[in-house]
């Protein structure tokens, strides 16, 4: 399966600033997913980037909070812009792939864990 | 995407089978079974999926019952290592999971 890394592994920011997340993979991959996990809490579905276009949004989450980058099949970065402490969590990267005689999976890369103060 | 049911935790004591049971009352016909569990700290991980037959694989089995309202995750052996939350997702492709609350698993040993 690919291989899928993710910097920064974790930071501390400030309220009012942006953090930009980039997530490499070591494969060409049509499908990649940013997701949110807030403390104690499961994954959401933050927006599918899409190579060549403008991603595509899950309810409650828009570009201006949260730009992302698709410039081409193993890269893309997640911003998140002006920074407030709810938006402390892990955000992690995810690719769908086609393993041999199978159905698409996802996997997911380790995430980094964002703290706001 | 058909909503499914977990409960919220159990325990399984090491070198046993662990059953993690899932209920998916409202799947349709084309919505698969997939499970994923993520250990405390890292990226979810793909465990298994099925569609109407039992799968099994080098980590865990999976049974789905013939009306498939319901399945079963099997980990044969449990590890102190399975120690995770476990999640059950129903719906048609593996783009776009939702991810419900899951079932933390406690490996006692």
């Known amino acids: 399966s690919a291989v899928i890394s993710q910097k920064p592994s974790r930071d501390i920011c400030q309220r009012g600033t942006s953090l930009t997340i980039q997530c490499q993979v070591d494969s060409q991959v049509t499908m990649m997913f940013w997701y949110r996990q807030q403390p104690g809490q499961s994954l959401t579905l933050i927006a599918t980037a899409n190579q060549g276009s403008e991603a595509t949004y899950e309810s409650g989450f828009v570009i201006d909070k949260f730009p992302i980058s698709r410039p081409n099949l193993t890269f893309s970065t997640l911003t998140v812009s002006n920074m407030s402490p709810e938006d402390s969590s892990i955000y992690l990267c995810s690719v769908e792939e086609q393993l041999a005689g199978q159905e698409d999976e996802q996997f997911f890369g380790p995430g980094t864990r964002l703290t706001v103060l | 995407d058909a909503k499914t049911t977990q409960p919220t935790s159990m325990d399984c004591a090491e070198g046993r089978a662990a059953n993690l049971p899932c209920n998916h009352s409202?799947?349709?016909?084309?919505?698969?079974v997939y499970w994923y569990r993520q250990i405390h700290s890292q990226g979810p991980q793909y465990i298994i999926h099925g569609l109407k037959n039992n799968e099994t694989n080098e980590m865990a089995s999976l049974i789905i019952t013939e009306d498939r309202k319901s399945s079963t995750l099997i980990l044969p052996h449990a590890t102190l290592r399975d120690t995770a939350v476990y999640y059950c997702?129903?719906?048609?492709?593996?783009?776009?999971?939702?991810f419900g609350t899951g079932t933390r698993l406690t490996v006692i040993p």
């Open positions: 409202t799947i349709s016909g084309n919505e698969y």
């Open positions: 997702i129903a719906q048609t492709g593996a783009n776009n999971l939702f």
